[in-house]
């Protein structure tokens, strides 16, 4: 029974990681953090592309960057869906009144300022914030818990297999 990890399997396991800690950095409340989240599932999305390339005759490296891949793209259409019903209920249940009255003095010729904007939009979140809240838990949460139970499965496929060997 082998411990150690050969260099395709650190490799495997490095794309999950680093999709893994993106998806969980995107849902920290924090300005940059998700953005930063982002970009590491971006790199591990690209990664994988590459890694399956560069490896076509490793039947293991073709079935985990396959899986990621497609876990990419079913994932980015939870999402989709997700911000689709996240706008068509903030939409249908939001307090809109700010935003209404805004685009009223804008039919009339006037234009809001940067600051009138922000005052609108800072008015709509304090208004909104519970339904915002609730709806984007709902609607929005279910992209990266996906993508962080699919890394964490796939992962530990290659470590049950190095268990195996």
Not at 42 to 48: D, E, I, Y
Request: glycine fraction near 6%; charged fraction near 15%; hydrophobic fraction near 50%.
């Amino acid at each position: 029974m082998s411990t150690s990890l050969s260099s395709i399997q650190k490799n495997i396991l490095g794309v999950y990681a680093l999709i893994a800690c993106g998806s969980v950095m995107m849902v920290i409340p924090h300005p940059t953090i998700p953005m930063a989240g982002i970009a590491c599932s971006l790199v591990g999305f690209l990664s994988a592309y590459i890694y399956r390339w560069r490896n076509k005759a490793d039947d293991i490296m073709q079935f985990h960057m396959t899986y990621i891949i497609r876990t990419i793209w079913w994932s980015s259409l939870i999402m989709l869906i997700g911000l689709i019903l996240f706008c068509l209920v903030l939409f249908n249940n939001g307090d809109l009144s700010m935003i209404y009255s805004v685009m009223a003095d804008a039919e009339k010729g006037i234009l809001p300022t940067d600051a009138a904007t922000r005052q609108m939009q800072a008015e709509f979140v304090r208004t909104n914030i519970k339904l915002i809240s609730i709806t984007a838990a709902v609607c929005l949460l279910p992209y990266p818990l996906y993508l962080i139970v699919r890394m964490f499965n796939g992962g530990r496929l290659i470590l049950k297999k190095n268990k195996e060997r």
